[in-house]
């Protein structure tokens, strides 16, 4: 099952097999095998390499069924935020500043 996880969200990321294995340092073969179930067994250090890159946690790649979209879905959104807040120049250490406006925003509006 971790395979046919790891194949859709790679694919719904947007990476290919030789993307995700270059920037997971795990080679090609060994996640196309992954992928493919031959390997059903990787190690954790494997899977947390690749997690890592695919901007999910482990609990994510070992999910089964409608939890598994749901929660990959929900990941979807965050990174599309994250996108988003990079493409207007702000990088991650001014997130703490615009905390601050938010919890404003958010206080002001509950008024």
């Known amino acids: 099952m971790i395979g ?3 194949g859709e969200i790679r694919r719904k990321r947007g990476y290919t097999l030789t993307e995700l294995a270059q920037l997971s ?3 090609k073969s060994y996640l196309s095998n992954i992928e493919r179930n031959i ?3 990787p190690s954790l250090d ?3 390499k690749i997690a890592t890159v695919l901007n999910v946690d482990l609990v994510t790649l070992l999910k089964t069924g ?3 979209d749901k929660h990959l879905s929900y990941d979807c959104e965050w990174v599309v935020l994250m ?3 990079k493409e207007l120049g702000i990088e991650k250490d001014q ?3 615009y905390k601050t406006l938010i919890e404003f925003i958010k206080w ?3 008024k």
Do not use: A, G, M, Y
Request: aromatic share 4%; charged share 30%.
């Open 4 to 6: 046919k996880n790891i």
């Open 25 to 27: 340092n795990v080679s």
């Open 39 to 41: 390997h059903q067994n």
């Open 46 to 48: 494997v899977i947390q």
């Open 66 to 68: 409608t939890d598994f």
């Open 83 to 85: 996108h988003e807040l």
């Open 95 to 97: 997130i703490e500043e």
């Open 108 to 110: 002001k509006n509950e």
